[in-house]
């Protein structure tokens, strides 16, 4: 039986774009996906309300995920997903969890944990807008590490935004990216086009395009699926 890779996204709200876009992705990639968060379990067109109480409701749920390609762990409680960490392989965290200053040292040590056992060479796709980011980045010394967001100094940032019946901007590679197989993104700059709903934002759109430069998935493909999503297929 084929293993299926893991992918977490950390979050502090509700919010299931990222989740959402990856999924969709994938699907338009041929993978066959799965998606679980606190509430619901999508595998490929299906999908199910669920309760999840503890993890090891989770575990046994994600042992009876056979034949898929990608499984997508989102808006788990942040207990619940280190320790599963622990027990399933990860091969990728996104992580765009903002927090307060007055829980800054209670987070980095929850991150320290997540990313520790992230597997070697694992990716960590980080929002540079966050405060505790300096905290842990020495944890990521041994994983294949991308920085997005507005912050000048990310590796994935975006410019010339318009927002209008359509939502644009360009998507600007600041430094080299190396993917999964070892090859290198050079610097550049291309165009990403949305199609315009109540609550965007960019910084969403960049973290799942970091992480499928690293995979090496098309920049075509890319924007047409960015393009076509509609956020109303997962309400």
């Known amino acids: 039986m084929k293993r299926a890779k893991f992918v977490g996204v950390i979050k502090n709200n509700d919010n299931t774009i990222i989740s959402d876009l990856l999924f969709s992705m994938f699907k338009n990639n041929g993978f066959q996906v799965g998606l679980m968060n606190n509430k619901t379990i999508r595998i490929n067109e299906n999908c199910k309300k669920i309760k999840i109480n503890d993890n090891k409701g989770i575990e046994e749920l994600l042992l009876n995920f056979q034949n898929l390609d990608y499984i997508i762990l989102d808006n788990l409680h942040e207990e619940y997903l280190y320790k599963l960490i622990e027990k399933f392989e990860i091969d990728a965290l996104i992580d765009d969890s903002f927090i307060e200053n007055y829980e800054i040292d209670k987070n980095v040590e929850v991150k320290k944990i997540m990313f520790n056992n992230l597997k070697r060479n694992g990716i960590s796709i980080i929002n540079s807008d966050n405060k505790s980011l300096n905290k ?9 590490v991308v920085t997005y967001g507005l912050n000048s100094k990310s590796t994935i940032t975006a410019s010339s935004l318009d927002i209008d019946e359509k939502i644009s901007f360009n998507c600007c ?19 990403i086009k949305v199609r315009s709903y109540d ?4 910084s969403d759109f960049l973290a799942v395009i970091g992480l499928f430069l690293i995979y090496e998935v098309s920049i075509e493909i890319i924007q047409d699926t960015i393009y076509k999503f509609d956020v109303k297929m997962f309400v």
Not at 199 to 202: A, E, I, L, R
Request: glycine share 6%.
């Open 136 to 144: 842990y980045f020495k944890t990521l010394k041994d994983k294949i």
């Open 173 to 191: 590679i600041q430094r080299g990216i190396t993917t999964s197989n070892g090859n290198e993104i050079e610097q550049m700059e291309f165009p």
């Open 199 to 202: 609550t965007f934002k960019v």
